[in-house]
C-alpha cells in the first residue's frame, strides 16, 4: 500500500538522520554503542553505516583504546572533507572568519577589527569571505553562519540591535547579497549566546543528559540562553535570555536599555575592569580578554583591590543567578563567555552564595555550577558550523 510505503521511507530517513547525527556528535562511536543508543536493530545500523560510509559521509577511524579485552570496536566518525562552512564570529572588539567542518573541526582563516559603522563591515567582511569562498581548495562551501553579540531575527535574517555598535534594523541577507550576488547557499544568524550553548548541549559531556538549563554569557556585557525541555527558547521574537537586562537595583544606574541596575552594569567584564581601573590605573592587556586575566591574576595575588573587586562581582553573578534559578528550575548552570577563565574556586564562590539565596525546592535538581567547555571563540564558531551542518545533515542523508 501506498500509505504504508511513505512511513517506511520516512521512518528510514529518520533512523538514518539519526544515526548519522549520532556519530557527528559523538566522534568515536561504535557500531555496537550506535545499536544501545537509538535501540535500532544490530543489522539496521550496519545497513545504515555502511550506506554512510558509501555515500562519503562517515568515515572509519582508527580503532578506539579499549579496557576490555578482545576485539576492539572501530570508530565512526563524519568526514572532514565532504562539506565546510564559513563561520563569523563578529565580536565587540575582533571578527573572525574561519571554515568549519562536518567533523565539527574549526580553522580561523583572518580576523580584523570589527568596525562600528556597519557598511565598513559589511564591506570588510564580503571581501574576506569572497577571498575564503574562491580560495577553499575544493572545499564544498555549503553555507555561511554568524555569530552576532547581539539580537538575531535568525528566521528573517534581521540584525534587530547590536548594542555596541548601534546596529538595529538590518536586513544581513540583503546586504550580503548585494555584495556578494554570486553566493547561492544558505545564509544563517543567530546570537553568540545561543551558538555557544548549542556547543555545550552536543559536546559537554557534564550536561549530556540534562534538558533544563541556563547558559550565562559574561563577557562586555551579560547575554545568556536557556534550555526548556531540550530546546533552546528562543521567544516570540528571538530575543528570550538577554539576562544582562534584568534589574537587581531598582534605583541603580541608567543602563543604555534604559533601564536602571541591570545585571551587566554589576557583573559584566567591562564593569569590573572598568571599576578597576578606576582606582589601579590601567590593566595589562589590549583587549578584554587580556585585561580580564590580568584582573584575575592579581586577584589570585591579592594585589591592591582585585580581590574585593574580583568578590563583588562573584557576588552579583551569584545573586542575578539566583533570580534565574528560582524563575526556571535549571538542572545545570553553565558559566560561559569569558567566564572559562574563572579558576574552580571562584565557580565554587559563586555556587555557594547561590546555595545560601535560592529557594530550596529551585535548587533540588541542579547539579554543579560548571564553566563552559570551549572558550568564548571556539564556542560560537563550533555553534555557528553546527547549525550550516545541521542543515547539511538533512539533506545528504536523503
Ligand atoms: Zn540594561
Not at 528571538?238 to 551587566?264: D, R, V
Not at 539565596?357 to 555550577?369: D, N
Request: aromatic share 10%; charged share 25%; with cysteine.
Amino acid at each position: 500500500m501506498k500509505i504504508k510505503k511513505i512511513n517506511a521511507e520516512r521512518m528510514g530517513y529518520s533512523n538514518k538522520l539519526m544515526v548519522f547525527n549520532l556519530i557527528r556528535y559523538s566522534p568515536g562511536i561504535s557500531r555496537n554503542e550506535i545499536t544501545k543508543l537509538t535501540g535500532l536493530d544490530k543489522s539496521t545500523v550496519t545497513k545504515i553505516t555502511y550506506e554512510l560510509i558509501s555515500r562519503g559521509l562517515v568515515e572509519e577511524g582508527e580503532r578506539k583504546s579499549s579496557k576490555s579485552p578482545g576485539r576492539k570496536p572501530i570508530r565512526l566518525e563524519a568526514a572532514k572533507g565532504i562539506a565546510a562552512s564559513i563561520i563569523v564570529k563578529v565580536g565587540v572588539e575582533k571578527t573572525i572568519v574561519g571554515l568549519g567542518f562536518l567533523n565539527n573541526f574549526i580553522e580561523k582563516i583572518v580576523e580584523f577589527e570589527t568596525p562600528k559603522n556597519f557598511n565598513t563591515f559589511i564591506d570588510k567582511l564580503t571581501f574576506e569571505v569572497d577571498n575564503i569562498y574562491k580560495n577553499s581548495n575544493g572545499h564544498n562551501i555549503v553555507g555561511i553562519s554568524f555569530s552576532f553579540p547581539g539580537m538575531i531575527d535568525r528566521k528573517n535574517l534581521i540584525i534587530e540591535y547590536v548594542p555596541h555598535f548601534n546596529w538595529s534594523d538590518i536586513k544581513l541577507k540583503d546586504v550580503f547579497l548585494k555584495e556578494l550576488p554570486y553566493w547561492d547557499k544558505p545564509i544563517l544568524a543567530a546570537n553568540e549566546a545561543k551558538l555557544a550553548l548549542q556547543s555545550e548541549i552536543y559536546f559537554n559531556e557534564e550536561i549530556s543528559n540534562l534538558n533544563n538549563g541556563v547558559y550565562i554569557f559574561v563577557s562586555q556585557g551579560i547575554g545568556g540562553a536557556i534550555l526548556i525541555d531540550g530546546k533552546i527558547h528562543l521567544g516570540s521574537n528571538y530575543t528570550a535570555g538577554e539576562f544582562g537586562h534584568m534589574s537587581i537595583q531598582e534605583s541603580g544606574e541608567k543602563c543604555f536599555c534604559n533601564n536602571q541596575g541591570c545585571w551587566e552594569t554589576f557583573a559584566s567584564i567591562d564593569t569590573i575592569t572598568k571599576i578597576y581601573e578606576y582606582s589601579n590605573g590601567k590593566l595589562k592587556g589590549a583587549t578584554y580578554e587580556e585585561k580580564f586575566k590580568n584582573l584575575l591574576e592579581k586577584s589570585e595575588k591579592r594585589s591592591t583591590n582585585s580581590y574585593e573587586i574580583m568578590n563583588q562581582m562573584l557576588y552579583y553573578l551569584a545573586v542575578g543567578t539566583v533570580n534565574l534559578i528560582n524563575i526556571l528550575n535549571p538542572e545545570f548552570v553553565i558559566i560561559g563567555g569569558y567566564g572559562y577563565l574563572f579558576p574552580d574556586k571562584y565557580l565554587k564562590q559563586i555556587e555557594h552564595t547561590i546555595r545560601e539565596r535560592a529557594l530550596k525546592p529551585s535548587l533540588k535538581s541542579l547539579g554543579k555550577i560548571v564553566k563552559s567547555s570551549f572558550d568564548i571563540e571556539t564556542a560560537c564558531l563550533t555553534g555557528a558550523n553546527l547549525r550550516v551542518m545541521d542543515e547539511f545533515a538533512e539533506k545528504a542523508v536523503i
